[in-house]
Structures are given as C-alpha cells and as structure tokens.
C-alpha cells in the first residue's frame, strides 16, 4: 500500500475526533447559554457523522484545516447575544487545542515507554496525525473571517459604528476566504502557529516521559 494512502489512512480517526470535538463544544456550549437548539437538532453528540462536511472533511483530511456542518444557533434564545455568539464561536477552537494537547502528550510518553509490535506500531503515530489535526482545525477557525468561528470572536469587539461595515465584508466573506487559501496567506498564518503548538505540547510530553520513566 502506497505511504501517502497509508498516511491517509491513519490521519482518519483524527479527523472523525476533531470535527465530532470541535462541533458537540459549540453545542454544548450554546446548550449551558440557555440555548437548546444544537441539541433539539441532534447536534449536541460526539457521533461525527451528525456534524459531517463532505467539502470540509476532505479539506481538512488533504491539507490539515477545514470545516464541519455549522452547528444551528438560535441568537434570541441566549442571555446576551452578541457575547454569548463569541463565547460559542470559541468553545469549539478552544476544544480541539485542548484535545490536541492531551493526544500529543500521549503519543510522546507511548513512543517512549513502550515497544509496539503489530498493528499497535501505529498507534502513537495516530495519535500525533490526530493531534496536529485537532490544532489545525482549532487555528483555522479562529481566523477573523467569516464565516469562521474567528468572526464571530472579533465581532464581538467591532464598534457599532463600524457594524455596517463588517455587515459588508460578512456578506463576501467566504469569497475573501477561498481568495486567502489560493493565495497561499492561510497557510502562511497557520504554519508557524500550529507548529509552534505542536512544539510545546511536544517538550510537556517528553517532560512528562522523563518525569514517569521507569527507573
């Protein structure tokens, strides 16, 4: 079997994780700010199925970041709804980076206190293929650019003022995304972030492993 078909193989249980991850805390989350409708919609689960993208799924399988099918928000049902949406918007990048963290920590003590035979060779590499998808898919979304969860963060912050503004750039939002992806600005932003992440939760993981190590 070809590496890169292997390599694909391998990074699909990340990629189920990180959208079933991202999307259920954007749920659970709107659900504790007094709005059920993610849950009434079947949405509030970690089964990935219930939030799959095809476009997204394949986006971020191929190149590391992508999307997941929008979980349904009802802004009149919250307390405050301007805030509430920023909250909502975060819990889901805020969900993968934890959850990428504890998957490298695992991988980096596993490569180094165990010998894997077998199938369970593979195993640490799932979990740090997983792990860098979780923090993909965390720092794309938390660029300030509809209809990314980032948006919805900084909008938050946008004087009212300046709302018919950001009404403008809302409505060409997804055309200024893809225009960042084919140019390459995406990339440029998220490389040096998601490695300088993985590179953290790579030196906790090795200070765990010393730390744990048998005598």
Do not use: C
Not at 36 to 53: I, Y
Not at 100 to 127: C, D, K, N
Request: charged share 15%.
């Amino acid at each position: 079997m070809p590496n890169s078909l292997v390599t694909l193989i391998l990074r699909l249980p990340g990629l189920l994780l990180a959208i079933s991850v991202h999307e259920y805390a954007h749920a659970r989350m709107a659900y504790q700010l007094g709005d059920d409708t993610a849950e009434l919609s079947g949405r509030m689960t970690l089964e990935p199925w219930a939030h799959f993208d095809i476009v997204g799924a394949l986006m971020l399988l191929l190149v590391g970041f992508g999307w997941a099918r929008p979980v349904p928000v009802a802004p009149y049902r919250l307390r405050d709804p301007k805030r509430d949406m920023a909250k909502i918007a975060f819990a889901g990048p805020l969900a993968n980076l934890i959850t990428a963290f504890v998957l490298e920590i695992a991988a980096i003590m596993l490569y180094t206190a165990y010998r894997f035979s077998g199938a369970l060779t593979y195993l640490p590499m799932v979990l740090q293929l997983a792990a860098r998808i979780n923090a993909g898919l965390a720092i794309f979304n938390l660029i300030p650019v509809p209809p990314l969860d980032g948006s919805r963060i900084l909008e938050q912050y946008i004087p009212y003022r300046y709302q018919h503004i950001w009404d403008e750039i809302q409505r060409y939002g997804f055309i200024i995304l893809v225009a960042l992806l084919v140019l390459g600005v995406v990339s440029w932003i998220m490389e040096p972030l998601v490695t300088g992440f993985m590179s953290f939760a790579q030196k906790v993981g090795l200070s765990l492993s010393l730390l744990f190590r048998r005598p």
